[in-house]
């Protein structure tokens, strides 16, 4: 296991120069060799949607929003499922899905359309000059474009490609990182569900057959959203607890493949004793607890190489990711 998982020799193992040879020849085969296996898996939010699983509590949040056809807001720590929910729904309801990841130069109009205005001024310009000169032999007619409408040069947006295709689902990826007025602009879509399309006044853009998306956002809680917004919103909050991590492991067995039962309780248990630790900027979340049960089971890492202090845990950095965190724990 532990030489399946060396991929570099540092430079002062104890290796000869011809075993070191032998070592950067399969390091260079194997990363040329595309590989589907479950650390990869658990990466995909499809691949792994039909293993995510839905608490009480998150069941009733989905199937409140729902019933009253409110956007679900899923607050929570980085990692802890809030996306893969929004791909579970797809899987599990056979619905397309259409994502938007927010920014913090994100626009409400971005979510509706993107139009290509360089594009559209250039083809102006050139209708323009093909105006002026005419066809007088000089040029060809394939060196200047036709002129073509504002409507050519419009591409739809998630929300207009989910009204397209509903009944669908819309995601909004951590709207929180995007301007406090983005929310707020798109107050009239949340609750009408349509809008007016940006070239024509008189063409309104709705869901089809009136079934409006499921809609569903995720925030960090990096900043606060505003009130009108929050009004709107069925909310719930994911909270990393003992309960949660053991569901998310019995439901990823692959993916732990490797590593002794008495290895993931004792790691488990030390995730937790980080996560609780006084001081620490950021803690740890699901995603970090994955992907370092991942590479305690490629190492081949044992229960007993746990028991140390938290500074010194094997692949502690796939958990602690703030350097001043780091010190913390190591009593600098």
């Known amino acids: 296991m532990a030489d399946a998982f060396e991929l570099v020799v540092p430079n002062d193992s104890k290796h000869t120069e011809k075993q070191r040879a032998e070592l950067r020849s399969s390091a260079r085969e194997r990363v040329r060799v595309a590989k589907d296996d479950a650390a990869r ?12 699983v839905v608490g009480r509590s998150l069941a009733d949040a989905i199937n409140m929003a729902h019933c009253v056809r409110a956007p679900l807001l899923l ?26 990841q927010a920014r913090s130069t994100s626009t409400s109009t971005d979510l509706r359309y993107d139009f290509d205005a360089v ?32 409507k050519d040069f419009l591409t739809e947006g998630p929300l207009w490609k989910a009204y397209l295709e509903a009944p669908s689902i819309l995601l909004i990826d951590e709207i929180d990182k995007a301007p406090r007025d983005f929310p707020n602009d798109l107050l ?22 009136g079934i409006a998306p499921i ?13 009108a917004f929050l009004r709107r919103c069925i909310v719930h909050h994911i909270e990393v607890d003992k309960p949660l991590l053991e569901r998310v492991l019995d439901a990823r067995p692959e993916l732990l493949r490797g590593l002794p039962a008495e290895t993931r309780d004792r790691a488990v248990k030390r995730f937790l004793e980080l996560r609780d630790k006084p001081g620490l900027s ?45 010190e913390e724990l190591a009593g600098k």
Do not use: M
């Open 188 to 209: 009239e879509e949340f609750a009408e569900h349509r809008f007016t399309h940006p070239f024509d006044q008189g063409e309104v853009i709705a869901p089809k057959n």
């Open 75 to 100: 607050t929570g720590e980085p990692g802890t499922g809030k996306t893969q929910v929004a791909y579970y729904l797809e899987w599990y309801l056979g619905l397309p899905l259409f994502r938007y």
């Open 41 to 52: 898996d658990a990466t995909d939010l499809r691949k792994s949607a039909a293993r995510y």
């Open 119 to 150: 594009a559209y001024l250039r083809d102006a310009y050139a209708a323009r000059v093909q105006a002026e000169r005419g066809d007088d032999g000089e040029h060809t007619k394939a060196e200047v474009s036709p002129s073509r409408g504002r």
């Open 282 to 326: 950021r803690r740890p979340a699901t995603g970090e607890l994955l992907t370092w049960l991942t590479l305690l089971a490629a190492r081949g890492v044992g229960a007993d190489e746990l028991g140390v202090p938290l500074a010194n845990l094997p692949f502690v950095r796939a958990l602690v990711k703030v350097e001043r965190d780091f």
């Open 215 to 227: 809609l569903i956002c995720t925030s960090n809680a990096e900043r606060r959203l505003p009130d």
